[in-house]
C-alpha cells in the first residue's frame, strides 16, 4: 500500500466536518510539556480533519531523533511513510475498527470517556524500526459525534520486543477506571477469542499485581466475582496458576 493510499483510506475513516477550536487545550498542553523530563514517551494533539498535528511534545527528538518543527510542518503523511509497511494495512483495519465500534456501539455522551490503544513500527532517525504503543483520547468531535482532535501518547519499545498489532477501545467508569469495551489482535490471537472484556480488565489488573481485593473495588464488583472470573481465565488458557498467566504474557509481549 503506496503513501497515497494510506491518505486516501485514513481519511475516508475520520472524514469530518468541522473545525473546533484547540487554543485552550494546546496552552495547557504546552504549559505541562515545559515541565515534563526528557523519557521514552511524548505526546502529540492530532487532528485527523487535515492530517496534520496541532502540537507535538519536545520529547519526540529524544523518542524518534525526528525534529518537532519538521514533523508539524509536513504532517501524518511524513510520519505514516517512516511506518513499517507490512504493518500499514493492519493499521488501518484496526483504526476502521475502532471507528465502527465507536459510531455504532457506544453512546454520544460516552464517547468523551474513551480512550484507545493501537500499535505499530515506526523507523526513527538512524533508519531503525522501532515499537510504537499509541494512546489517543479524543479532546473534539464533529457535528455527527466522531472524535477528530485527540491527545494523543506515545510510548516507544525497541524493536527486539515482538508485538502483534493490537488495538483497544476502554471507557472511563464511575470509579474512574478505564474498562476495556473492544480489544482486536490483528497479528494473531494469544489469548482466546472466548476470553471476556471483563476478564481482560482482570487480566491488566493482575500483570500490576493487584489483588482480588483491588481488582473488585476498581471494577466496582464482588472479590467472589473477580475469584469465578481467575478460575474461568486459568481454566480458558488451560494454565494452572496466576503467576504462570502472568509470566506467559510477559514473555508474549502481549496488549492487553
Same mark, same amino acid.
Given at each position: 500500500?503506496?503513501?497515497?493510499?494510506?491518505?486516501?483510506?485514513?481519511?475516508?475513516?475520520?472524514?469530518?466536518?468541522?473545525?473546533?477550536?484547540?487554543?485552550?487545550?494546546?496552552?495547557?498542553?504546552?504549559?505541562?510539556?515545559?515541565?515534563?523530563?526528557?523519557?521514552?514517551?511524548?505526546?502529540?494533539?492530532?487532528?485527523?480533519?487535515?492530517?496534520?498535528?496541532?502540537?507535538?511534545?519536545?520529547?519526540?527528538?529524544?523518542?524518534?531523533?525526528?525534529?518537532?518543527?519538521?514533523?508539524?510542518?509536513?504532517?501524518?503523511?511524513?510520519?505514516?511513510?517512516?511506518?513499517?509497511?507490512?504493518?500499514?494495512?493492519?493499521?488501518?483495519?484496526?483504526?476502521?475498527?475502532?471507528?465502527?465500534?465507536?459510531?455504532?456501539?457506544?453512546?454520544?455522551?460516552?464517547?468523551?470517556?474513551?480512550?484507545?490503544?493501537?500499535?505499530?513500527?515506526?523507523? @526513527?532517525?538512524?533508519? @531503525?524500526?522501532?515499537?510504537?504503543?499509541? @494512546?489517543?483520547?479524543?479532546?473534539?468531535?464533529?457535528?455527527?459525534?466522531?472524535?477528530?482532535?485527540?491527545?494523543?501518547?506515545?510510548?516507544?519499545?525497541?524493536?527486539?520486543?515482538?508485538?502483534?498489532?493490537?488495538?483497544?477501545?476502554?471507557?472511563?467508569?464511575?470509579?474512574?477506571?478505564?474498562?476495556?469495551?473492544?480489544?482486536?489482535?490483528?497479528?494473531?490471537?494469544?489469548?482466546?477469542?472466548?476470553?471476556?472484556?471483563?476478564?481482560?480488565?482482570?487480566?491488566?489488573?493482575?500483570?500490576?499485581?493487584?489483588?482480588?481485593?483491588?481488582?473488585?473495588?476498581?471494577? @466496582?464488583?464482588?472479590?467472589?466475582?473477580?475469584?469465578?472470573?481467575?478460575?474461568?481465565?486459568?481454566?480458558?488458557?488451560?494454565?494452572?496458576?496466576?503467576?504462570?498467566?502472568?509470566?506467559?504474557?510477559?514473555?508474549?509481549?502481549?496488549?492487553?
Amino acid at each position: 500500500m503506496n503513501n497515497g493510499s494510506v491518505k486516501d483510506a485514513y481519511k475516508e475513516i475520520f472524514k469530518s466536518y468541522e473545525n473546533p477550536s484547540l487554543e485552550k487545550h494546546i496552552q495547557k498542553i504546552k504549559e505541562l510539556d515545559t515541565y515534563l523530563p526528557y523519557s521514552s514517551t511524548f505526546f502529540c494533539v492530532t487532528n485527523t480533519q487535515d492530517l496534520s498535528f496541532e502540537f507535538i511534545s519536545k520529547n519526540i527528538k529524544a523518542c524518534l531523533g525526528v525534529d518537532e518543527n519538521e514533523l508539524k510542518a509536513r504532517g501524518m503523511r511524513y510520519f505514516w511513510s517512516k511506518m513499517h509497511p507490512d504493518d500499514l494495512e493492519l493499521w488501518l483495519k484496526a483504526l476502521n475498527e475502532l471507528m465502527n465500534f465507536t459510531l455504532n456501539n457506544t453512546s454520544i455522551g460516552d464517547r468523551k470517556k474513551m480512550s484507545y490503544t493501537w500499535n505499530y513500527r515506526l523507523k @526513527n532517525a538512524k533508519d @531503525n524500526y522501532v515499537n510504537v504503543i499509541q @494512546n489517543t483520547t479524543p479532546l473534539e468531535f464533529d457535528s455527527d459525534d466522531k472524535p477528530i482532535i485527540g491527545l494523543a501518547h506515545y510510548t516507544v519499545l525497541d524493536s527486539k520486543i515482538k508485538l502483534d498489532i493490537t488495538a483497544t477501545a476502554k471507557i472511563l467508569n464511575a470509579n474512574s477506571e478505564y474498562e476495556t469495551i473492544y480489544f482486536n489482535n490483528f497479528s494473531q490471537k494469544l489469548l482466546s477469542d472466548g476470553i471476556s472484556n471483563r476478564e481482560r480488565d482482570i487480566i491488566r489488573l493482575l500483570l500490576l499485581n493487584k489483588s482480588s481485593k483491588a481488582i473488585a473495588e476498581n471494577l @466496582n464488583i464482588s472479590s467472589h466475582t473477580v475469584d469465578t472470573h481467575r478460575r474461568n481465565i486459568l481454566k480458558k488458557l488451560n494454565i494452572s496458576s496466576t503467576g504462570e498467566l502472568v509470566a506467559l504474557l510477559k514473555l508474549k509481549n502481549t496488549i492487553i
